[in-house]
Structures are given as C-alpha cells and as structure tokens.
C-alpha cells in the first residue's frame, strides 16, 4: 500500500515534458554515482544525460515538479571537497618560514587545479538557474561539501535560493520525502569542519615541518628521503599502538598453579570439574590443598542446577560496529570495508554507511525490506520465516539523529568478491537483527571433594533462531552426564597443574577503533584514514597475526615527545577538541572561540618541542643509531632557509647565506663543526635559490645576477645554474673548485698579476685525472700537462648541452691561473692556453676598439697554439693560435691572440692566414663579422698618427661598405690614436669614421665622404672640419655635413650641413648631437694624440713590461 502511494506521489510531480515557463533548478550531488542514481529515481530511468567541462562529472537532466512549480532539473556532481585550506600565497612552500610562524599566519579556501572543471560547471549551470538544492552526504563533511559548492555558486549567483535535501538512503520513498521536506544548510555543522580542517593545517604543517626538516639533518642515512608527518589524530592512534606493544614487552609473567578433577562417567562420557578456587599463586598452599583431595579423593555432588540461557543476537549496525566486525570475521581492512561500503550506497543496494545510530526509527518499513531478501536461495527462507512472526529488531542505545543504522535497500545478486562477501554480511546482520535470540539450558553441577569445591558446566540448545543465518557467531552445546544431589563417586584423576600468567594481546584493527571510539579520536568517518596514515609512515607495521607493531619511527617519536610531559601520544588534546566540534553543531560554543583557544594551545606545545628537540634526537638515537649535533637556539631560523645540496663533508645541508661585507655564500649548517663553504665573487650582484632542482644532482638552482662585463658573453646577466658541480661553465666563470678539499678558514686574498680574487673553499665534487704535458722540448710519453702556474692542470669534462658536451678539457689545478687546453688536440704545437672553456659570444676580442659581443676571451674559439716563436703579441710574448668556433663566415678560421688571461695581457689579434711579407700581422677586430685583418702588402707608407706603420683592414659587416679595405692604427685599443684611412683612395681623398664589429657594437651613421680638397670650413677648435655624410635611413640620406675632426672624447660637437655653408664658412649650426664613434677630418686623419707610456702588466710602473719585471 505504501509502496503504491510513493509511485502516485512520483507521477503526479514527474513532469514528461519541459515547458518553456519551466523553472531551472541546480541540483549538486557528492559524486557522480550519487548523482546518477538520484537522477534515475526521481526521473524513473528517463533522465538525459550531457557533459559538463568535467569528462568525470556528467550533467543529468529530467522535469519534475518541486517546490509548486514545474521544473528543469539539472543534476550534477562533485567529486568530495571542492575547495582546499591552505596558507596564502608563497607560505605553502616548506622553506618560506620558521614552522612556528605557521599557527597565526593566514589561510585560504580554494579550489585546486585539478578541480577546476568542476567548478567551471557550477558556474555555468548556476548562472542560468533560479534555485540550488545540496544533494550532499548527510554528515559533518558532507554539510562542508555543500557550503563549498554554495560559495563558489553564490559567488556567480548572490541572489539564488538555497535548500538542503536529507536524506538517508537512495531510495524512490527517501528521495520523496527529501524532495517534499527541503530545509536550508547547517551552517554551524559546516563551521565545525571548517574548524577542524584549519587546526588540522595549522598543526600538521608546523609539526611536520618541523620533524621533516630537523630529523633528515639529524639522521641522514635513516631519514634522509622520508616524510615525517605529524597528526593531532595520527599521533593519539600511535600511541595507543606503543602503548600496547610497551604493556607486553614490560609484561613479567607470574607462576600459579591450580586442581583440576576429572570423572569418566561411562566409557565415552568424561567430565571436567574446575576449581572454583580457580588457581593461586602459592606453590605450597596448592600443593596442600592438592594432597588433602588426593587423601581423600571422594567427591559428593552437593548441588545440580539448571536454568534457561540465552545468546542475544546483534544490535542494528553502525559505522564503527562494521569496520570491526569485517576486520575480526570478514579479515578486510577498516579502509576497504569503507570503499566498499560507499560503494554499495551510491549503487542503491546499503543505506548511507557513515552513521553513530544502531536504533532503527520507528517510521521505517522493515518488513519490506525484510522481503525484499526472501528472493535468496540461501537466506530468503530465513527471511521469510522472519515475516511470519513480524521483524523485532534488537535496538542499541546510540543515535545521531541523522541516518539510521546501516542496513540493506535491495535485493541483489550481481556483486563478487570483498563486494559480495560485505553486501552479504550486511544483510545476515540485518535479518540476525530483526530475529530472535538463540534459546538454551544451562546445567551446573557443584561437587565436594576434602572440603574443596569444583564445578562443571554443560549446555544445550534448545532454539538456534538467528544463529541459523548468522554465522559470524558460534554457540556450541556442551554435554555433561547427569547427576543427582546427594551422589558420591570416586573421580578418575586428581591434578595439580602449573601455569603462568600471559600479557595482554597485541591490538588488531578492530581493537585499535574501538579504543579511538572510546577516547573520541577521530569520527566513524575519519578512523580507517588515521590507521591508514601511521601504516604508510611506517610508524606501525602488522605482524603475522595481523595484529599492530610500532616501527622504530613511531616508537622514537612518541617516546622523545612523552618525554617533554605533554605526553602528545595520549588521546586528551584531541579529544578535548572533538567535544569542543560538538558542541559548536549544537550551538553552544562560538567556532571563533574553539579555534583560538585551540591554536593558542597547541602552539604553546610546539614552542617547547622546539626547545626540547633534543629530547626527540635521544629518544630516536636508540633505534636509528647516533645523532648529529645540531644545536637547537637557530633551530626555527635554519629551517626556513631552502638548502641548497649536501655537503659532501659531513652530510647536512648546505644553505645560500649573506657575507657580513656583503655578497654571498654557500656555507654548511654544520657550521661550526664543518666549516665547508663555496665563496662567490664579488660580482655576483643577488643570489637567491630556485626551486628548480639539477636533473643530474638534484641540487637546487641557483638564480645570480651578475655585474655587467664580469662573465664571459655566453653566460647571460641573469641566470639560474647548478653550483654543485654540474655546470662547468657557471663553476669556471666563478672560480668555483669542486676538486679542492674542504678548508675551515675562509679563503684567502692571493696576488695575480697585479690582481687580487679570493680563492673559495670547495667540497670535493669532480674526479680528476693527470694528463702529460707536451712542449716543443720534451715527449709526449710520461710528461704531465703544467698550468700556467706551474702546477698540474685538471682533466674535466664538458656536462652542458652544446656542441662540446662530453669533451675532455685541461684547466687549472688550484684555479690560479686562467690555463685552458682542449684534450683531443695535438699536443706538439702546445706553447700556452687561454682563459676558460669554448662557449658562445661571437667574434675575436669582446673589448676591440669597433668590435662586438663575445670574442676569444669570452670563450669564441678553439684554443691552438702556434707551431712557431715568429708570430709575437704587442706584450712581447709569444702568441697562441685560436680557432673561431661560432657560426659566421668565419667559423674553423684561425687567428692568433695574446696568451696572457684576459686582465693581464694586451689586446692583439691577428688572422693565421693573412700573412706579410715582414710577418707582421696584428689587429684588434669585431666579433663574428667586424672587421678583418689583411696583409698590408706595398702600403708600407701609410702611417698612423701615432708615426707607426698602420694595418690593412676590410669591412665584414653587412652594409654598403662590405668588403671595402681601409688602414687603422695597430696599437691596443687603450693606446690606439683612433687613425682611419679607406683603402680605395688617396690618403687626400680618405675621410670617415671608424667601424664596428658584426658581433656588437654597430657601426657610423655615416660614411665619409670626398671633401674636395682642404675644407675651408673651420669647427669650433679652430681647425679644418670634416666632411661626412649621413647613411642612416631618413629625410636626410645621402646629405653631407661638416663635423669636428677630433676624435670624440676631444670633439667641440661642431655640426653644419654642408648645402647649407656660407663662402666664409666657419657657421656653427649649434646642433649638438650624439655619435657613434669619432669622426675624421677631411683628410682623413685625425688630430695627432700623444701616446701614452707603456708600463708593467704587474707593478704598474713604467720603462719595463711584465716579463722583464724586477718585481716577479
């Protein structure tokens, strides 16, 4: 009847089809299979589905009629909470602050990314609706669920309706009632979560934090990898597991002894009688009592009783009754009996498996759903027969006014495996439920034997009843002869047995819940998470028997925090906080209120776990082996600093610190004891560590800034290197030695050259090897390769990406010198190196008078030397033979460069193959495409300002002027007289500008130009002005101007269009404007410029060079 009356309740609201004045309503289920199935039900299967922006979360669209109106609903899904606490910004890394600061630092609810379609969903939906219904699980998180989706909702929507549907089961009967009695969210249940989700952060960050970072320093080996959580629920649970395992480790077994009689009544009947002494601890006391019966061994039956017995079937179950009973008859974890379970429930086949009630409402059909089970071959019988006599459920004494007990919804017989075997526990437990208990006799019979009394017991069933379908639960019958009162016999044997006194049983799962149901850790909901999180930290494992072993992690734990008297392993802090959670649902207590009281509390507790750290290094020293002393005072400071690597040293992490002059450092924080330090230059302008880690090492990056023309040209301004040893060209530009041992000193100033650099303390990282050093005087065989300093150079490898990775390199032992050698080439022509390993950059010397970026200094060529003393730098010296590696037109060019490091020699340049006829070849150039040394063949006349023979150069930089030849002074460039001088004219006709370098620096703007003789125009020194004319394109291409014909440091910045020249012509237009470089007169030389003395590379002075100084 009832069953009729829902599906005329259903048809009459169910609408088959939508109407154009149909009100949109936004329904929001848990998860997708919840969704699902209400659909289904309240639709009758005719609901349609589409997708949302989630592939996991599908919309399921159907017309019905709530409310009193006709409705589109629109049923979507979850999937659990949308919105994740964290702290805000930058304080959810582990290194941004001291773990202490993490109690009053804010935090945030937001949606993740991987949520994000979810909520995308929402928003589109919500905004086309005129009311939201929450379809959420009906408990603490289920509330929290449905707010979340009410703030992401309203943010879109302010104005929507909002209403709450409860409900217990997915069943056509509950959703109806759901749909008739909708009330609004709870919002005090929801801040209860929202309080506990916040304290759980708080707490479990700081401690984390806090033992993660600490314990991985203090033991490496041990810990170094592992996660160190800490839980104000995780915590409580492994206490009570130490405890136990402490209970029996400390449990001394005691003697004890007792009498047993036994009386063969026939030949197959034997009885047992105990003693009803039971047994006693004194060995010659029992052993009198035992030889007064053995005197006098006639037994007399003083007493036979008999009375009814009863074994009462099971309470209705609840969340905590079935986690239990699947681990003690079914051996399935509490996790997987609550997957299962939530399973079953979204399927339609259990009621809601989270629940604290075990008494079934009165209002609730149990014979229908008893009859629903009488389709079983195996247990439909039982069902039936339960019909007949009206279900009597066994009812318990706890509810939680929400959900009833759990219990099966319907039939069926599709399910395997764990799903089956706990579908079928459900129901047999339902219908034991709703049975009667199991009906016996009890006989006892007393007997007397030399004043001492024993006892024996029998028993016999007389009605099974819900044992016949319950058979989680045994009761066996027990058969004992009859006796008389009055009787006397004589028995057949009289012992005394010895024994000892056994400790408690470890705890299996079932235990454990019980024990954190009692002391209100956790909920019903929360305590297979809480098992679950101890056993993957490995502060517990399970033995054989499948009962609970604390891991020497847990056990050191739980000991060092004891240790501190607030004894955080007990359960009184959290269960203080659970009672507080409830009484913020029922009202009695201000969430705001809860939550200071709570932080204020446990961050007292953290304060003094840091200050009695040691306390936790003692008590874990004794099962992970010995401790390294880290002192505690800095202890909150040196855990918010991001560690860098290892030290290679001693094994704790090494951190970016602060010089007190300024720069930066990488110093060990085993500082004092280990004093391992890399030391940066002091163009290393900020340093910060990246979060980035080093594929190969897994040191973190280091992101530098760098002083502009500190480091060579293919190392950019801003860049973010391995420092662990990884990347040879960062190490090599900063002077970093991996293959020095570790100092305690910091390092020391050491002369150069005229130079000073501090040479850093290095923790050995690279592996080494010899090689033999060849010159044109010795052999090849045995002769090791000798740095510029005389020391032995380093074999090392190239581990960057480009061209030379994996090839073998020689640089400098103690990085003293800038010594450099390929190791693949030949060794018979090696003289000298340069400075650093090949790189990018481009042309020949970055710091050429009109040349480009990048040259052989900063790594823009192979290294060669040459096979001959003829060719001499402007030092002196003999030069080194180079190759240009970049691409360009003159890549596998050679050339030959000064062989001192780049601050100590001069700036000499010249092509290997454009040879003189007096072997006289020297240019400062461009990168990759300035300008190119030629031979200065039968030019011998032209001559710089400087009274010096000038160098034949052509222009390589695209442009009108490519290709053209032109003289320029042969000095370096800091004694260069800046003398120009096109080759294809005159030195009369011969007027312009100095050119730059293809690498970088670009050329004029102008071109010089025939000026037709001397200029009669005079510029503001009083001399003749030089004719130009401008290149540039614009209005005024191809127009010719006068300009000062000193070089630019020296010039007036005179300016005069040349059309526009009065006959008496010394007109200064006034027009001050910037050039590129200075410009010539119209002869074609510039003003002569004294040259400056040379003097000593080393001590400055003048009238010798560095190799004939008197002060090496």
Known sequence: MIRNFVGILIRRKYCSYASADMVKVLNVAEKNDAAKTIANVISRGSAKKREGFSKFNKIYEFNYNILNKNCLMMMTSVSGHLLEMDFVGQYNKWYSCSPLSLFDLPIEKKCPDKFADIKRTLEREVRQSQYLIIWTDCDREGENIGHEVIQVCKAVNPNIPVYRARFSEITPQAVARACSNLVPPDQRTSDAVDVRQELDLRIGAAFTRFQTMRLQKIFPEALADKLISYGSCQFPTLGFVVERYKQVQA?????????????????????????????????????????????????????????????????????????????????????????????????????????????????????????????????????????????????????????????????????????????????????????????????????????????????????????????????????????????????????????????????????????????????????????????????????????????????????????????????????????????????????????????????????????????????????????????????????????????????????????????????????????????????????????????????????????????????????????????????????????????????????????????????????????????????????????????????????????????????????????????????????????????????????????????????????????????TCNCGGPARLLRVTKEGPNKDREFYSCSLPRGQGCDFFQWADATDENGDRSFRGGGGGGQQGITNKGNQEVMCNCGTQAKLLTVNKEGPNKGRTFYACANPRDQSCNFFQWGDVTNDENSGGQFGGGGGGGGSRYQGTQSGGDSDVMCNCGNPAKMLMVNKEGPNKGRTFYACANPRDQSCKFFQWADESSSGGNTNTGVSKKRTLSMLDSSGVTPTKKRAARKCGLCGEEGHTKRTCPHK
């Open 251 to 871: 449990f001394i077994p005691e003697p004890f002894w007792k009498i047993k009689v036994t009386h063969m009544f026939d030949e197959e009947t034997k009885c047992e009688f105990s003693w009803k002494r039971n047994r006693l601890f004194d060995h010659n006391a029992c052993l009198i009592l035992y030889e007064q019966c053995v005197e006098n061994p006639q037994a007399t039956v003083m007493e036979v009783k008999c009375k009814p017995k009863s074994k009462w079937r099971p309470t209705p179950l609840d969340t905590v009754e079935m986690e239990k009973l699947a681990s003690r008859k079914l051996r399935l974890s509490a996790k997987e009996t609550m997957r299962i379970a939530e399973n079953l429930y979204t399927k339609g086949f259990i009621s809601y498996p989270r629940t604290e009630t075990n008494i079934f409402p009165k209002d609730l059909d149990l014979a229908a759903l008893v009859q629903e089970q009488s389709r079983d071959p195996n247990w439909g019988g039982f069902a039936s027969g339960i019909l007949q006599d009206r279900p009597n459920p066994r009812n318990g004494n706890k509810s939680d006014q929400a959900h009833p007990p759990i219990h099966p919804i319907k039939y069926t017989a599709t399910l395997q495996g764990n799903d089956a075997r706990l579908y079928e526990f459900i129901v047999r437990h339902f219908l034991a439920t709703c049975s009667k208990d199991a009906q016996g006799q009890e006989t006892t019979v007393t007997i007397n034997i030399a004043d001492e009394m024993f006892t024996a017991q029998g028993l016999m069933i007389i009605a099974r009843n819900y044992l016949d379908v319950y058979p989680y639960d045994r009761w066996n019958a027990k058969t004992i002869p009859v006796y008389q009162e009055g009787d006397s016999f004589q028995p057949n044997s009289i012992d005394m047995l010895f024994s000892e006194t056994s400790p408690p049983p470890l705890l299996t799962e079932a235990d454990l819940i019980a024990l954190m149901e009692k002391h209100g850790i956790g909920t019903d909901a929360t305590h297979a998470e809480h098992i679950e999180t101890i056993k993957t930290r490995m502060y517990i494992g399970v033995n054989n028997d499948g009962r609970f072993v604390p891991g020497q992690l847990g056990m050191g734990l739980v000991e060092g925090y004891d240790a501190m008297g607030y004894e955080m392993s007990k359960p009184h802090l959290r269960s203080e906080l659970e009672a507080d959670l409830k009484r913020i649902c029922e009202g009695k207590k201000d969430k705001n209120v809860v939550l200071t009281q709570q932080v204020a509390k446990y961050r007292d507790v953290f304060k003094v776990a840091c200050e009695q750290a040691l306390k936790i290094d003692q008590a874990l020293s004794q099962y992970l082996g010995e401790a390294k002393e880290i002192p505690v005072g800095e202890e909150l400071e040196r855990l918010s600093v991001v560690p860098v690597k290892k030290c290679s040293n001693c094994g704790l992490e090494m951190t970016l610190k602060t010089k007190k002059s300024g720069g930066f450092y990488i110093g060990c924080q085993g500082y004092p004891s280990c004093r391992s330090a890399i030391w940066f230059p002091d163009f290393v302008l900020d340093a910060s560590v990246s979060d980035v880690k080093c594929e190969t090492c897994q040191a973190h990056l280091v992101n530098f800034k760098f002083k502009m023309g500190s480091v060579p040209p293919m190392l950019p301004l801003e860049y973010a290197g391995c420092v662990a040893g990884c990347d040879e060209l960062l190490a090599e530009s900063l002077q970093i030695n991996h293959s020095a041992p570790p100092s305690s000193q910091r390092p020391t100033q050491q002369m150069m050259g005229g130079h000073t650099r501090q040479e850093s303390q290095r923790v050995p990282l690279v592996t080494v090897q010899p090689f033999n050093r060849q010159t044109d005087n010795q052999e090849s065989a045995g002769q090791e390769v000798v740095c510029n300093c005389g020391t032995s150079a380093l074999l090392l490898t190239v581990k960057k990406d480009g061209p030379n990775q994996g090839r073998q390199f020689y640089k400098c032992g103690g990085s003293v010198c800038n010594f450099f050698l390929w190791a693949d080439e030949s060794q018979n022509n090696t003289l000298n190196n340069s400075r650093g390993p090949p790189g990018g950059g481009g042309g020949v010397n970055s710091r050429g008078p009109s040349g480009g970026g990048g040259g052989v200094r900063g790594g823009g060529g192979d290294r060669f030397q040459n096979p001959g003393p003829e060719v």
